[in-house]
C-alpha cells in the first residue's frame, strides 16, 4: 500500500498533479486492495469522482459486491445524483453483509426527497435485522423528529440512551430535550438539557436550554443560560432579542435595553431588535430614543408596518400629525394598506382639521374594525363633533351592544335620540 500512502501524503501537501498521475497509475494497473482503499481514503478527502472511478473498477471485478454498492451509492450521493445512487442500493442482496447500511442509506436518500413513509419502511426493515444497532433508531429519531412526530422521535432516541449518550457527533439528551421543548413540556426538556451540557457545552444546545427555560416562565434561569452562550460567542445573533425579553420579564429594562444596544453592534441589520429596543425606550420614558429605534427598523425595512403603527402611535401623543401624514403616504406609495395604518391616517387628518378626508380614512377604517371598542369609540366621538348625529347614534348603539352597562354610551344614545 505503499502507493496510496504517498498519493494521501501528495494530496496533503498540495500536490495533486503529482498525485493524479499516481492515482492514474492505480487505476490503470493497481491491484484491487490497493484500488479499495484508495477509494475508501478520496472519498473521505473529497475527490468523489475519481473514488468513484475506482469503485467501478473494482464492481467489474465484484458485481455483487453489497459494500462496493454502497460506495458507489454513498459517492453519487455526494456529488449530487441521488436517482443514481438509489439504483445501485437497488440491486443489493438482501442477505449481504451490507445490506442494512444500504437500508440506511437508502433511507436518507428518500428522507431527503420527502418520502417519509419509504424512508420509515426502509429503516424498520433494516431495524427487523438489527434490531439493537443504535444508528437505526437515531435515524429514526431524526425521521420522525423531521415530520413532527415527536412522542415517536422521543421513543426512538430514548432507545439509543442506553448505548451511549452520542450518536456520530449528535447529543441524543439535547435531541430528546429539543423535541420535548417543541412538544411544550419545557420542564421535561430542561432537565434533558442538563444532562446534555454535563456531556458537552455545545453552543446550540445551551441557546435551545436558555430559550426553554424563558418559555417555561424561568426567566433568571434563561438570564444566566443566554449569558452563557453570550460569553461563548457574542457574535450568536439570536441571543440578543430574547435575552432581553427575560431580562424585562424580570423588570430590568435599562439591562434589557442595553442587552438590546449589544445585539445590534453585532446585527446592525436586525429590524426586530430595533423594534424592541424602541419598545423598551417607551417603557424607561425615553421617546427620543424610541423614536430613532423605530426609524432604524423602518429604513431597515421600509414596508415593516409594525414599525409605522408605532411610530403613529407616539407621533399621536405628541400631536404631531404632519408626521403620521407621512409614514401614511410612503406606506399607499408602496400600495400597502394595513387596517391600523388607515385608522391612524383618521385620526391624523381629523388633527389636522381636515374633516372629510378624516370621514373618508374612519369609514374606511370602519370595515376591519367595527367589533373594537376603543376604534368605535374613537370613529363615535368624530360623528359627533361633526354633526352627523344619526350616524353617531349607529356607533353609540353598537358600542351599546357590545357593553350594556356603559352610562356613558347610556347618557349618549339618550341625548342622541331625545332630540
Given amino acids: 500500500m505503499e502507493r496510496v500512502n504517498e498519493i494521501i501524503h501528495l494530496l496533503e501537501n498540495g500536490d495533486q498533479q503529482k498525485a493524479l498521475e499516481y492515482y492514474q ?59 443514481i445512487a438509489i439504483s445501485y442500493l437497488e440491486k443489493m442482496n438482501p442477505n449481504d453483509p451490507s445490506y442494512p447500511q444500504g437500508l440506511l442509506l437508502l433511507a436518507d436518500l428518500y428522507q ?26 437515531f435515524a429514526l429519531g431524526e425521521l420522525y423528529a423531521e ?24 447529543n441524543i439528551n439535547g435531541r430528546i430535550a429539543d423535541n420535548l421543548s417543541a412538544g411544550g413540556a419545557f420542564e421535561d426538556a430542561l432537565t434533558f438539557y ?47 432579542l430574547y435575552l432581553a425579553r427575560a431580562y424585562e420579564h424580570e423588570e430590568l429594562l435599562q439591562e434589557a435595553y442595553n442587552t438590546v444596544v449589544e445585539g445590534i453592534k453585532q446585527d446592525e441589520f436586525n429590524k426586530d431588535l430595533f423594534l424592541y429596543g424602541g419598545k423598551l425606550g417607551l417603557k424607561l420614558g425615553d421617546e427620543k430614543s424610541a423614536e430613532a429605534n423605530f426609524r432604524e427598523a423602518l429604513a431597515i425595512d421600509p414596508e415593516f408596518t409594525e414599525a409605522v403603527s408605532l411610530l403613529n402611535k407616539l407621533f399621536l401623543t405628541q400631536d404631531r400629525f404632519e408626521d403620521i401624514m407621512e409614514l401614511v403616504e410612503m406606506m399607499e406609495k408602496q400600495d400597502i394598506e394595513e387596517p391600523q395604518i388607515v385608522w391612524d391616517a383618521a385620526r391624523a387628518f381629523h388633527g389636522l382639521e381636515k374633516y372629510s378626508e378624516a370621514l373618508n380614512k374612519y369609514q374606511l377604517a370602519y370595515t376591519f374594525f367595527k367589533e373594537l371598542p376603543d376604534f368605535l369609540y374613537d370613529y363615535g366621538y368624530f360623528l359627533l363633533e361633526e354633526g352627523k348625529r ?23 344614545m339618550h341625548r342622541l335620540t331625545d332630540n
Wanted: proline share 3%; hydrophobic share 40%; net charge negative.
Fill in 194 to 240: 442538563e444532562k446534555a451540557i454535563e456531556d458537552k457545552v455545545e453552543i446550540n444546545t445551551l441557546f435551545n436550554f436558555a430559550l426553554t427555560a424563558l418559555q417555561a416562565g424561568l426567566y433568571t434561569r434563561a438570564i444566566n443560560r443566554f449569558e452563557e452562550v453570550k460569553a461563548l460567542d457574542p457574535s450568536y445573533h439570536s441571543l440578543y
Fill in 390 to 412: 344619526e350616524d353617531a347614534a349607529e356607533i353609540f348603539n353598537k358600542l351599546l351592544e357590545l357593553d350594556p352597562s356603559n352610562e356613558e354610551y347610556i347618557e349618549i
Fill in 25 to 83: 497509475d492505480i487505476l490503470n494497473t493497481g491491484n484491487n486492495d490497493e484500488r479499495f482503499m484508495l477509494g475508501e481514503e478520496l472519498l473521505q478527502l473529497g475527490f468523489l469522482e475519481e473514488a468513484k472511478n475506482l469503485f467501478l473498477v473494482l464492481l467489474e471485478a465484484y458485481p455483487e459486491e453489497g459494500e462496493l454498492l454502497v460506495l458507489i451509492a454513498e459517492t453519487e450521493m455526494e456529488i449530487g445524483n441521488e436517482e
Fill in 112 to 137: 431527503m426527497d420527502g418520502l417519509y413513509e419509504v424512508s420509515e419502511r426502509k429503516l424498520l426493515e433494516a431495524k427487523s435485522i438489527l434490531p439493537e444497532e443504535p444508528i437505526i433508531d
Fill in 147 to 170: 415530520q413532527g412526530r415527536i412522542k415517536d422521535a422521543i421513543q426512538a432516541y430514548q432507545l439509543v440512551l442506553p448505548k451511549g449518550t452520542v450518536v456520530g457527533g449528535v
